[in-house]
């Protein structure tokens, strides 16, 4: 990976956490929790998308759509064990 693969990594793992963040009321985490939030979601979705038949297209804005989606579970996830 070149350094604008790594540059476009990290601005999808950082809008994705910002959208799943504003979707998941009461969580915000600045640039860098963002970021890791989004590649941490990016790895969810990865994991359990495909394992439940949904299939999203290719490109940026499906991978910022896929790594937002688990990002939200992710944040969900958080806010059940904060919870209990």
Do not use: D
């Not at 540059?7 to 950082?14: D, E, K, N, R």
């Not at 890791?36 to 490109?59: C, N, T």
Request: overall charge positive; hydrophobic content about 65%.
């Amino acid at each position: 990976m070149g350094i604008e693969g790594l540059i476009i990594f990290l601005l999808i793992g950082a809008i994705a956490g910002w959208l799943a963040g504003l979707i998941v009321k009461g969580f915000g985490f600045g640039l860098l929790g963002n970021i890791v939030v989004g590649i941490v979601g990016a790895f969810v979705a990865g994991f359990i998308l495909p394992r439940v038949g949904i299939s999203i297209g290719g490109g940026i804005l499906g991978a910022i759509i896929h790594a937002t989606i688990g990002a939200v579970i992710l944040l969900f996830l958080i806010g059940l064990v904060r919870r209990g």
